[in-house]
């Protein structure tokens, strides 16, 4: 990371390593706030899966149970990248 301004350029040295710090902290934040929503968002299909099911609604449990697959393979699909990711930057 460069500053155009007077103050020179901090990605050597002990700048380097705090920038490099605070844009792991700053991506760990943010990636942590998605798989919360995610998580929340997951588990309220999930009820209304299981409220479809009790309710003997065939259409809204298979509308229902077809998000649910989506969103687990939209999770497998991060857990592969957040492993990938681990490799490269630890």
């Known amino acids: 990371m460069t500053n155009s301004g007077s103050l020179g350029v901090f990605d050597v040295g002990i700048f380097g390593e705090v920038t490099r ?19 929340m968002h997951h588990r309220r299909i999930q009820r209304e899966y299981d409220d479809a099911l009790a ?29 990938l990711w681990g490799e490269n930057y630890s």
């Open 21 to 39: 710090n605070i844009d792991v902290f700053g991506s760990n934040i943010y990636l942590t706030q998605m798989l919360s929503a995610s998580l």
């Open 55 to 83: 309710s003997e609604d065939a259409l809204l449990a298979a509308a229902k149970e077809t998000e649910l697959k989506m969103m687990e393979g939209q999770f497998r699909m991060a857990s592969t990248m957040f492993d």
